[in-house]
């Protein structure tokens, strides 16, 4: 079982900045990829972002390709979701994934799941 932990959400401004990140408990385990999703309220979970952890090639949501950006700590087991330029659109609730996955932005490619973590943008 891995466990993923969350952490860095809050309340912004437009136009400013948050990091996210997600530890994952197990180091053994070296999923194929970390992903970042989002819910907004009354909305459906959409792909924001997701890192290849073998090799770090990134994939990335239309909306926030040159506003957001994901990286991996492999010492860590932890991945960050950079997150510039907020815009009220972007508040929702930011969950981290793990997993073995054959389509990056699938969700029900991803095993594991993080508790989610509130950012909340205001105009």
């Known amino acids: 079982q891995v466990q993923l932990v969350e952490s860095g959400g809050g309340l912004v401004q437009a136009g400013g900045s948050l990091r996210l990140s997600c530890a994952a408990s197990r180091r053994s385990v070296s999923p194929h990829a970390m992903a970042w999703f989002r819910q907004a309220p009354g909305k459906e979970r959409e792909f924001v972002a997701a890192i290849r952890w073998s090799n770090g090639v990134t994939y990335y949501e239309d909306s926030v390709k040159g506003r957001f950006t994901i990286s991996r700590d492999s010492a860590k087991n932890t991945v960050y979701l950079q997150m510039n330029s907020l815009k009220p659109e972007d508040t929702a609730v930011y969950y981290c994934?793990?997993?073995?996955?054959?389509?990056?932005?699938?969700?029900?490619?991803?095993?594991?799941w993080g508790q989610g973590t509130q950012v909340t943008v205001s105009s």
């Open positions: 994934a793990a997993g073995w996955v054959a389509t990056m932005s699938d969700q029900n490619d991803y095993a594991y």
